[in-house]
């Protein structure tokens, strides 16, 4: 199973990058929405889902969505956003823009978000 992570901060993605990995898991990596995007689009990655940060520079996890939604080779792939944003707003909006999970970063360490988002893999397709 291939997963893409999109994240900004170097440092987070190389944790789940590694957590993931003795898991088991291919992961491809992204810095941010347009990165994702452009590799999706042209290295022919499909992953079997996108764990999603929201808050990132150049596109934001929300306008990453966005375009996912306009893109029919893209669009079927399910995202799980992982984020410290979520006020009731920014889940409702998330989920509106085609997110099927959200976890809160914050919440609890990388290895038992790690496990979350193992557990809720399945339940996707």
């Not at 452009?38 to 306008?63: F, H, N, T, W």
């Not at 409702?92 to 609890?108: F, P, R």
């Amino acid at each position: 199973m291939k997963l893409m992570i999109v994240e900004d901060d170097s440092f987070m993605l190389q944790i789940y990058h590694n957590l993931f990995q003795l898991e088991g898991i291919e992961i491809e990596t992204a810095k941010d929405g347009l990165d994702a995007l452009e590799k999706l689009r042209s290295d022919g990655v499909m992953p079997a889902a996108i764990v999603l940060d929201i808050m990132m520079p150049r596109m934001d996890g929300y306008q990453f969505l966005e375009e996912q939604q306009k893109d029919p080779k893209l669009k079927d792939i399910p995202v799980i956003v992982l984020s410290n944003l979520f006020s009731p707003e920014d889940q409702d909006k998330a989920k509106k823009l085609g997110a099927k999970e959200l976890l809160v970063k914050s919440a609890q360490d990388p290895k038992e978000l790690i496990k979350k988002i193992k557990d809720i893999l399945p339940t996707l397709s």
